[in-house]
């Protein structure tokens, strides 16, 4: 038996769905589902610690004696290093293919008989998943990494100030809302391709160097940092990492945030668009 989707579902695939407290419960669930593997937890806490002190190694030895290296000191520095390391799984740096896989299995068939918007059970549930590995991985990690600066004498680089602290994270909210919209884009191409995971490796690595993963993206040449600041990947990680050392302060920082709301308003835009082109052409076989 073969099922042949009818053209753009508007209950699923375009407008709003069936209420807050919905979205609210799917969130949950997907806070709830990282916290059944705490040994999983911790050991990832313990690589990324491991990972974050050799990236550490490699840029204080960047600024050799120098005070600042293109506007960053070493605090800054190893500040910038526990935050790639407190949002790795957060937002999902290296790679996100769940939605690819029910595409591909057959099992959006399922999701796309619950009465909400496909897009927003989607966001909803990885806004659940978000928030738990922050919880479990990134909070731990910035502990790890202020209480070794400390023990060498030092300390990470905080917020200075309640107005500082909203804008972050504000900030990390729009980064988790922008980046889920790209990975939900790629993600699409499942719908194209039975191989869309080769899409994914290509569109992950690009995401790890335009968000500043790799490398903060004020150590860039100038060309590059034009270039970048034309797509959407640093408003992925790279705005919130500055509002959180000020490197972005006063009008910069609304500005920074204006910048990243509107980057998502357009990538919401571009993957609805494409979501509802990829439900007219899914054909769900089963029997």
Do not use: K
Not at 37 to 50: E, H, I, K
Not at 101 to 112: K, P, Q
Not at 143 to 148: D, K, V
Not at 216 to 241: D, E, H, I, R
């Amino acid at each position: 038996m073969t099922i042949q989707s009818p053209p753009a579902p508007q209950r699923h695939a375009g407008a709003a769905g069936s209420g807050v407290a919905l979205y609210a419960a799917v969130a949950r669930l997907g806070f709830r589902r990282p916290f059944a593997y705490p040994q999983a937890a911790l050991w990832g806490v313990v690589t990324n610690a491991f990972f974050g002190l050799l990236r550490v190694s490699v840029l204080v030895a960047l600024f050799g004696a120098r005070p600042q290296v293109a506007g960053y000191s070493v605090t800054d520095a190893v500040t910038y290093t526990a935050l790639m390391q407190a949002f790795i799984m957060a937002l999902a740096l290296f790679g996100w293919t769940d939605f690819m896989r029910t595409v591909h299995r057959g099992e959006i068939g399922t999701d796309l008989l619950r009465p909400m918007n496909l897009l927003g059970f989607w966001a909803a549930q990885d806004a659940g998943r978000a928030a738990a590995q922050f919880a479990l991985r990134g909070l731990p990690m910035l502990l790890i990494f202020q209480l070794g600066a400390a023990f060498t004498g030092g300390g990470l680089h905080w917020p200075a100030g309640p107005l500082a602290w909203t804008q972050t994270i504000l900030s990390a909210a729009l980064a988790w809302a922008c980046g889920f919209l790209f990975r939900f884009l790629v993600n699409c191409a499942a719908f194209w391709s039975p191989d869309a995971a080769g899409f994914g490796r290509f569109a992950w690595a690009l995401l790890g160097l335009g968000c500043g993963f790799l490398m903060p993206l004020a150590f860039f040449p100038a060309w590059a940092q034009a270039a970048l600041a034309c797509t959407p990947f640093p408003s992925m990680l790279n705005t919130t990492v500055e509002l959180w050392l000020g490197l972005r302060s006063g009008p910069g920082a609304w500005v920074a945030l204006g910048t990243q709301l509107a980057w998502t308003g357009a990538l919401l835009a571009v993957t609805t668009f494409t979501l509802r082109r990829g439900l007219r052409r899914l054909e769900v076989a089963g029997g």
